[in-house]
């Protein structure tokens, strides 16, 4: 990848945490402590978590990882529970801190721009707002995810599966047909299951499959 294209990877994620800033400006203190899609977290603490990823180096995840016995979850929940203020203000503030950050564990700047895009869905979603990472932003997270497991199995969510998007240029894989957003494909990549009713085509039901009985 060159340093051109990496640029633009990191300047797709600047924009991505600002818009998701700007979204949670708006919450209410309730809705700070509303579900998400990602497991077990509510806004607060999903909010945090990408507070913590953009704030550890490759040396500072190892030793992360390391203290937590190579846990991830383990890993995520402490790094996490660093980043969380007082309050959601102080934790909002906490995020917009790290904005322009450039900081990652790895050099797969593309999977840690899939964590801001689906974060972001993983609360907007539940909470009815209707914002949307653009497409520019979902592509290349669409392409990383068909081809790689990296912090969700994507890749083996849809392996012998054709993938297309109605909305942009991705399209990946062979097999039965998935189609639908960019948006939709890559959370049902990342295992959300609310949006396979967002796809069409015959390779749907394998996915869905797929989804519902793979490890939590």
Same mark, same amino acid.
């Given at each position: 990848?060159?340093?051109?294209?990496?640029?633009?990877?990191?300047?797709?994620?600047?924009a991505e945490r600002v818009a998701l800033a700007?979204?949670?400006?708006?919450?209410?203190?309730?809705?700070?402590?509303?579900?998400?899609?990602?497991?077990?977290?509510?806004?607060?603490?999903?909010?945090?978590?990408?507070?913590?990823?953009?704030?550890?180096?490759?040396?500072?995840?190892?030793? @992360?990882? =390391?203290? +937590?016995?190579?846990?991830?979850?383990?890993?995520?929940?402490?790094?996490?529970?660093?980043? %969380? #203020?007082? $309050?959601?203000?102080?934790?909002?503030?906490?995020?917009?801190?790290v904005i322009d950050s450039r900081i990652a564990?790895? @050099?797969? =700047?593309? +999977?840690?721009?899939?964590?801001?895009?689906?974060?972001?869905?993983?609360?907007?979603?539940? %909470? #009815?707002? $209707?914002?949307?990472?653009?497409?520019?932003?979902?592509?290349?997270?669409?392409a990383f995810f068909a081809s790689r497991n990296?912090?969700?199995?994507?890749?083996?969510?849809?392996?012998?599966?054709?993938?297309?998007?109605?909305?942009?240029?991705?399209?990946?894989?062979?097999?039965?047909?998935?189609?639908?957003?960019?948006?939709?494909?890559?959370?049902?990549?990342?295992?959300?299951?609310?949006?396979?009713?967002?796809?069409?085509?015959?390779?749907?039901?394998?996915?869905?499959?797929?989804?519902?009985?793979?490890?939590?």
């Amino acid at each position: 990848m060159t340093e051109r294209s990496i640029d633009s990877l990191w300047e797709l994620m600047l924009a991505e945490r600002v818009a998701l800033a700007e979204d949670l400006a708006g919450l209410t203190r309730e809705q700070w402590c509303h579900f998400t899609l990602c497991g077990e977290w509510d806004v607060e603490q999903v909010v945090a978590h990408l507070t913590a990823a953009a704030s550890l180096g490759q040396w500072q995840w190892i030793r @992360s990882m =390391i203290g +937590a016995g190579f846990r991830p979850h383990l890993h995520n929940q402490r790094r996490l529970e660093e980043q %969380l #203020g007082d $309050t959601p203000t102080e934790t909002l503030n906490r995020f917009r801190a790290v904005i322009d950050s450039r900081i990652a564990p790895t @050099s797969d =700047i593309a +999977a840690f721009l899939g964590e801001v895009v689906v974060h972001a869905q993983d609360i907007r979603q539940p %909470l #009815g707002l $209707t914002r949307e990472p653009r497409v520019e932003a979902l592509t290349p997270v669409a392409a990383f995810f068909a081809s790689r497991n990296f912090a969700v199995n994507s890749r083996t969510l849809v392996r012998g599966l054709r993938l297309k998007s109605d909305d942009g240029p991705f399209t990946e894989g062979a097999g039965s047909l998935v189609t639908g957003s960019t948006l939709a494909l890559v959370m049902a990549m990342a295992g959300r299951s609310a949006y396979l009713d967002a796809l069409d085509g015959p390779g749907v039901p394998v996915l869905r499959s797929r989804i519902s009985t793979r490890p939590s």
